[in-house]
Every structure is written in structure tokens, then in C-alpha cells.
């Protein structure tokens, strides 16, 4: 018996060992097992005189039980994707499009524009380098500046089809410095570098531009826009539009931003002039009734015969001191009403008062002249017809109160403010109906 159960195990022993053989052969070195699960079937059609006839083939490849769910993951992956692209496409076409734009500042107007109007950067703060650029971004445009000694013609990067030339027109020597600017603009657009071009313009005192008529592309030239400085009988909102004088940045007058001492402080004097009095000029005649009633010695009154380009240091500094310390600037009018001291004076919140008078020559002489782009945005300055009006209106100064003083001076500068970004939003708009309507 004992026998018996011994062979048994025996056998036992030996079919394991025997299956333990075979299972490790089928694992480690027969690589094609397959099995009645484990099979592809494959439908290969053998041609017959009757036609076809569908016979089962029983290929190599292994059957993976996970294949449709892959199929139906890679589907809807795919889905997934391209669902992600039509949105993308979707948010592209809808995003605001942006257009670039430079400037090339090649008269010192551009930096009222850059720096007071745009209020834009510019690199190296040193206002004595050769080479400034800012870049700054308004609306739906970047804007780029280039202005200095160093910026000449075919040597701006340019890096857009549309160009802003800012030139100064006031006199033979600079209208021939601003011809060969427009001409070397018009090479670039023969060459399709550039195709649209605005012009800022420091124009003629007495509105005489006639030199820049055929540029203009209404007379067969190629500038689309123009801003020009003055009351010229050429603005029509349309592709002529007019642009202020702003303050003399080529002195070196600086941004002046408001504080609140500006606004509330006791100011020593009445009233201010710093300037060139001309024989025979209306200056002359206000420093005379000034000189007659005494009032000089109520304000900062400074007078020479002779135009000087540029301020001293000092100048410089007692202008800006005569400014921040009146309640009033007078303005006597010069060549033309508009004059930077206008500007100056809003600045630092010293009224200015304007002698409402129009000039000789060719500039507007509509009833909303002069100073028709100031008087149409609000200006909260006097206006006085005659120098003689002067003393009463300073006796009337006298009697106010601190408190109506500091009201007006915060009306003034707050107007001021208002009327530089009216003129950011302005430019803006145009250059963006005119250059990139159709884009």
C-alpha cells in the first residue's frame, strides 16, 4: 500500500515538474503562443468561378482586448484638439487687433507730443543725447519715437509701414531741413517701406504753408494726415486737423506734474511777465500801464528787447519760480495769439490772461479765432480785449478769497489735464480711422 502511494507521488512530482518545464519554455522562449483566445481572425475573400467566397484566415498578430477603448480615447482626443484650435481661432479673430506706428521726431514739438500729450518714455533721460527712443502703447496702436541729432534719414529701424514725421515749418531754413525729410519719406513709399504717412507741423506763424500743399495726398502727394499748429484756414477734421503749440520743449521746460501744494498755496504775486518787449508791440504798451499804476510792484515783471533761443539755467529757474508764484500769467499776443506761455502757465495753475486780439497774415479770422482750438475745448482763461482792461481786472483780483483762488488754480490744472489727453485721444483716432480702417 505504502508502495502504491509512493508511485502516485511520485507521478505527481513529475507531471509538476514536467508543466512547470513547459510553462517556463512557452514564457521565456516560444514567442508566438497562440491559443483559441489569443487569435486574430482575418476574413481573406478566395476567388471562385461563382464569385467570391469568404474564408477565415488565422493570422500572427496578438489580439489586444484593450483596442477599442484606445480607439474611442485617441477619438476623443482628437476632438478635444480640435475643439481647442477652433477656440483658438475663435479668441484670435475676436482679440482687438494691434497696429504699429512711429514716430520720428525731427522738430522739438515731437517731444510735446511723446512726452505731454502721449506721455511716453524716452531713453537716455539725458535731454543732450544724440539718440533718444520710447515706445509706448494708446488705444489699439504701439507707438514708437525716435528723435535727436543722431536720428538721420535711413537710419531709423523701421519696423512699420506707417510713419508720423513731426517737422518744424516756421521759416526758409527749417522748411528746407523738412523737405528733405519728406522727400526721403517718398523714396521709402516709391520702395513700399512705408504707406501711410501723418505730418505734425510747427507751421507758419501767419498760417503760410503753402509749401507743404502738394505732399498732401488731396493735391497728388502722399501724406494721408495733417496736424498742423495755428488757426489755418486749411483745418477740416478731415485729413487736416489742428494741433497745439504746447510749451517750449527746445528750452528745456520740463513735465510739471500737479501736486497739491500747487494747487493750495499762497501765491505772493498778482500776476507775471518774462519776455522779449518788441518796439511798438502791445508787450510794450502792457509793461507801460503796468508801469503807470504801480502794479508792477504787485508782480514778477522782467523785460528785454532781444529773442533769446535758449534759456540759461537760471532763466530757466526764475521763469518756472515767476510761474509757480503768480495768480495770473499775462500773454501778450507776439507774431501770432498762441504762444508757448499759455501752456507754461496752465502747467504750474497760473491763469493765463489772453489778449483776444487777431493777428496779421494768413491765419483764420472766424469769430472763434483766435485760439480756436482752446477756446473750442473749454479753456478756463481771461480773455481781455484791451491791455487797458488790465487794472480793473487786477483791482478785482485783489478781493478774493484764498478759498476762490485755490478753486480756480484746481479748475485750471484739471482742465489742463482733461484738454492733453482730449488731444491723446484725438490723435489717436484719427491715425487709427485713416491708416487701419480698411486693415
Known sequence: MKKHHRKIFILIVFVYVVFSLYAAYNVFFNTKVITRVHRVVKKITVATSGGGVVAPYIGDDVWNPWEDE??????????????????QEHI???RPKRYKVQIWGKAAIGLYLWEHILEGPLNPT????QWREGEIQVGKIDFSFYTGPAVIQGHVPLDTDSVVLVLNGREQQKISYATRWLQHVQTLMQFHAVN???VVLLGSERCTNDWISPYLRRHGGFVD?????YDSPWVNNKDVFQWPLGVATYRQFPVVMPNSHMVSSTRPFLCNFLGTVYKNSSRETLMGILKQTGLDKECITTGREKWLPQETVESLRRYQTALAQSELTLCPVGINTECYRIYEACAYGSVPVVE????PG???AARSSPLRLLKAAGAPFIFLKDWKELPGLLEK???????ERTERRRKLLEWYSSFRQQMKDRFTEVLEETFFKNS
Open 397 to 403: 483780483e485783489k478781493m478774493m478769497s484764498q478759498e
Open 356 to 359: 483776444d486780439m487777431v493777428t
Open 126 to 129: 539725458d535731454i543732450q543725447a
Open 225 to 229: 494726415l495733417l496736424f498742423l499748429v
Open 70 to 87: 484606445q480607439a474611442n480615447a485617441l477619438s476623443a482626443l482628437h476632438k478635444q484638439r480640435e475643439a481647442f484650435r477652433q477656440y
Open 92 to 94: 484670435d479673430k475676436n
Open 196 to 198: 501711410r504717412v501723418a
Open 362 to 364: 494768413g491765419c483764420s
